[in-house]
């Protein structure tokens, strides 16, 4: 069962929590930083291998989404401050983290500014910083990809526009992705439609984040599992690559045939080694 609830930041700022409950056991909490766009609903198709592995998930409303207060300007880094301020309320100091497609980067965040609280992290489809030195950062995207992250690089003015001007996103999913959307993924139909209800905000300001500075050095993130489809082109899979050479550590599980949905039926096997590595 998955409760919700609001936690007060002070000065009119506000993040609507889920938490599937500490249940027996002092279960592992994992906080799931989720895509863009999504409402951070955690993943009901990982409910069955976070049960069996003793996992609590724990996850919030980006601000801009769902029931969190906007707060325009944020970067990547700002997901660690929110997922302190999370695991304060309930009273967690220690915590994994799990972030996917647009909340990895935030996973990532937590990773390299809260070391003291994180005892691990999975990344999956993971977007690299816009100024990954040798890395053509747009290279093997979709032109609707591209386009609209180029607008947010113009700045808020030109990707507001871009929003506007009803261009049309196609990820090209492929037959892997759409099997795993008509199958367990169908979840995603359950946090996309909320996530746009009240308008496009919430991406936004995910995008604006991930054209400037993160806010903290990927290099600091040690012993990371990366996940990624080597057929994904929403993000693609030169990313993770770059990630995993300039993490300590890091450990890059790539599967050729994936896609950026399809990758997520090998999220429970990394789980069970986050769990492995946790204790």
Known sequence: MTTEFELDLGGGRTLHLYDTGPGRGGRLPVIWHHGTPNVGAPPEPLFAAADRLGLRWVSYDRPGYGGS???PGRDIASGAACAA???DALGIERFAVVGHSGGAPHALACAALLPD?????VAIASL???DADALDWYAGMTDSGVASLRAAAAGREAKERHEASGAEYDPEFTPADLAALAGPWSWFGKVV???VAAGPGGLIDDDLAYVRPWGFDPARVTAPILLHGGRDRVVPASHSEWLARHCPG???RLTPEDGHISVLTG???ALALL???AT
């Open 267 to 269: 999220a429970a096997d």
């Open 128 to 130: 690299a910083p816009y």
């Open 85 to 87: 301020a999370v695991a």
């Open 193 to 195: 439609g909320p996530a």
């Open 250 to 252: 890091a450990e890059l």
């Open 117 to 121: 609280r994180v005892v691990g992290t």
């Open 69 to 71: 207060a906007p707060a």
């Open 275 to 277: 769990r492995e590595r």
